[in-house]
């Protein structure tokens, strides 16, 4: 078996416009059009650059502290009976999750660009913590929008990134969610775009995010190939991650997607199930549309409006999804699946009782779809799961779930 | 057809400044709206802007994001937004209509079956604030196909280049966004406004006509110097969703929003009298 990469049609996307297939594009208003093809030239630029790689790399290397590893959770897949399960621990980064990977890269890009305020919208918090990390280290001034229903569900994110600077801004409009926070930060773009840099925390938005968001996330994916034939002697026979936006997922799929032996599982939030339609699913159950600047698929009514989402996992409550994940699913190279509220809970608690991990509510989606996925495979087969998150942010959700009063608020 | 070429050449040569007011249609109730716009135009408007609700207004302030939750909340749709303009045709032929919106709902109902709903519901125009010149093609060449104007936004950060790639393809009228911000956004230098819309004027014969932070009849009389039209939209939507909520009834809601527009209309008179 080839495990050389080749130039594929993978690596082609997105075109010149923005585009992976009919998805993506730049659809916003026109305030923002020249400062979009300014990052989008600035980026092109650098992406090559040797210095900036270089700089980046560093960063990655002594501050994020990657590579990070890729574990075999034995006594995990031992349980299952059935494949071999390992899982690459974006946990142990410095925040605790795969976030950072990007925001470093897009801190360089503001640097560069001589931008002095960043902003950014956060779901689970992650996202702004990692923003509000990485302009503390360079001493910018970040601005976090976050829906006011998440900023009570993860309330120990809201004080983190109030220790680390940032400014808090709790979103009420609409269904005061990842999504709402999204339009503020829009919003706050377009009327301070002179001197703002708008740090995007998924591969969706206007082009180029979701093309260079993929680029520094594929870190993640690039590791774990030279780990899995390092550690396994080949390939993995599975990838599995979570898809909310889809940052996490793409990193770890990008670089393997020409390998057509790997097969690849994006599992979305079923919320209370995805024939209930409480849930946050749109590959899933979802309509192409077009929202937050790019065309994807969406969860909308007949009308064209954008529907509430439920999740239990605030990262993954989001209507739309990267663009690049739509065109995946189309073309049938990803398959896009769904874990509920209930199996991801019941996942969160088996892995970090027989492992002694305690992932994010959002990882943990991903865990219970790859314990139903290991399952139906054989010892001589594995899979690489992304641990896209630790989960000590979750851990007053899981707690109110359980029933248990831990004396704090 | 389209009437805004006819309208606004008239305009033009009669020497009077455009009053275009926005409002949300079904704000505060689908029932409001017919009546609203009917006194709208009968206070002084030339052409009506109608913003069509949905779900994620990225470009409004918090003024006109609200007016797009209560319509909503009364199950406005782009469909019963057809209907209201339907219904105020059968007594107003005359006056042209604008929509202003965003791209989901249009996509979800399908380009080619919206532009023939909006030529049968008597539209004459399409603002899409999310689609720019990059991605309009294909809903530009279905508004065409019906002789319905696809009007384009130029900002303050629009580069000359753009400048002239837009109004290549551009119609009806040019909407010069006043400000970098969101609707109802703060305060207007009308220097800064006076210099670009003279660098779009080389690229376009077009009407321009200037939205964003026009309040007032003073603010307005002062952009209608430099410009062909004045849009004023948070101002209205305030006021009228004011006067809502204070328990007025519907004829005295609509009169305060009738009120503001004649202010305005007499303020662009007063302003451009000696031009």
């Known amino acids: 078996m080839s495990v050389e990469m080749s130039p594929n049609k993978y690596a082609q996307v997105p075109d010149e416009h923005g585009r992976f297939g009919v998805y993506g594009g730049k659809f916003v208003a026109e305030t923002l059009m020249s400062a979009l093809s300014e990052l989008e030239a600035l980026y092109r630029s650098l992406k090559d650059d040797a210095a900036f790689q270089a700089e980046f790399d560093a960063d990655l290397a002594h501050y994020v502290g990657r590579p990070s590893p890729l574990y075999e959770a034995a006594r995990w897949s031992d349980m299952i009976g059935g494949g071999r399960i390992f899982l690459k621990r974006e946990d142990l980064n410095h925040t605790g999750a795969h976030k950072v990977n990007n925001t470093i890269g897009q801190a360089l890009l503001a640097k560069h660009m001589g931008k002095k305020r960043v902003i950014a919208e956060t779901g689970a918090g992650q996202h702004g913590v990692a923003s509000a990390t990485v302009a503390a280290r360079l001493g910018l001034e970040c601005h976090v929008f976050m829906g006011e229903e998440d900023v009570k569900r993860q309330a120990l994110n809201v004080y983190r990134m109030k220790l680390l600077g940032a400014e808090v801004i709790p979103v009420t409009s609409g269904s005061k969610t990842l999504k709402d926070a999204m339009n503020e930060a829009l919003r706050d773009w377009v009327t301070y775009v002179d001197n703002t840099f708008y740090i995007i925390g998924t591969v969706a938005g206007p082009h180029p995010y979701p093309m260079l968001v993929r680029d520094f996330q594929s870190v993640i994916g690039r590791e774990a190939r030279a780990q899995s034939l390092a550690m396994t002697g080949k390939l993995p026979d599975a990838l599995v991650a979570c898809v909310g936006g889809g940052s996490n997922a793409i990193g770890l799929f990008h670089p393997f997607l020409a390998d057509e032996t790997v097969a690849m599982y994006g599992v979305e939030a079923g919320g209370k199930g995805v024939d209930t339609g409480e849930h946050a699913a749109p590959l899933s159950a979802g309509i192409p549309g077009v929202l937050h600047g790019n065309r994807t698929y969406l969860m909308q009514d007949e009308n064209g409006q954008i529907m509430h989402t439920h999740s239990v996992s605030a990262g993954l409550d989001y209507p739309g999804v990267g663009p690049e994940h739509s065109w995946l699913k189309d073309i049938g190279r990803v398959n896009y699946v769904s874990a509920t509220d209930t199996e991801a809970l019941a996942a969160f608690h088996r892995v970090t009782r027989v492992e002694g991990i305690m992932p994010a509510l959002e990882t943990a989606h991903a865990l219970a779809y790859a314990e139903k996925l290991a399952a139906t495979m054989t010892p001589d087969q594995h899979i690489i799961i992304n641990l896209s998150g630790r989960g000590d942010k979750d851990i007053l959700t899981v707690a109110s779930i359980d029933g248990i009063e831990l004396g704090i608020e | ?275």
Do not use: W
């Open chain 2, 1 to 275: 057809m389209s009437r805004l070429p006819e309208v606004l050449e008239s305009l033009r040569e009669s020497g009077r400044k455009a009053v275009i007011p926005y409002v949300v249609a079904g704000d505060p109730t689908e029932a409001l709206t017919v009546p609203l716009l009917q006194a709208l135009v009968a206070s002084g408007a030339d052409v009506l802007e109608v913003g069509v609700p949905f779900s994620d207004p990225m470009s409004e302030g918090p003024t006109i994001q609200k007016g797009h939750e209560r319509a909503l909340a009364g199950g406005t749709s782009l469909r019963s937004t057809l209907a209201i303009i339907t219904e105020f045709r059968k007594h107003n032929q005359e006056t042209p209509i604008v929509l202003m919106g965003y791209a989901n709902p249009l996509e979800r109902l399908g380009y080619a079956a919206i532009a023939d709903m909006c030529a049968n519901a008597g539209v004459d125009g399409l603002i899409t604030v999310d689609l720019p010149p990059e991605e309009v093609e294909a809903m530009n060449r279905e508004l065409q196909r019906v002789d319905i104007d696809n009007i384009f936004l130029i900002s303050p950060t629009t580069s000359d280049a753009r400048v002239a790639t837009i109004t290549a393809q551009a119609s009806g009228f040019i909407y010069y966004v006043a400000l970098k911000g969101v609707t109802g956004a703060g305060h207007l230098d009308t220097a800064a406004v006076e210099s670009h819309l003279s660098l779009i004027r080389e690229h376009t014969d077009l009407p321009i006509a200037v939205g964003f932070g026009i309040k007032d009849g003073d603010t307005a009389g002062t952009v209608a110097k430099c410009s062909d039209a004045v849009v004023v939209g948070s101002a209205l939507v305030d006021c009228i969703a004011d006067a809502a909520a204070s328990g007025l009834d519907y004829e005295n809601v609509i009169e305060v929003g009738a009120k503001l527009i004649s202010e305005i209309r007499s303020g662009v008179n007063l302003a451009t009298s000696q031009l």
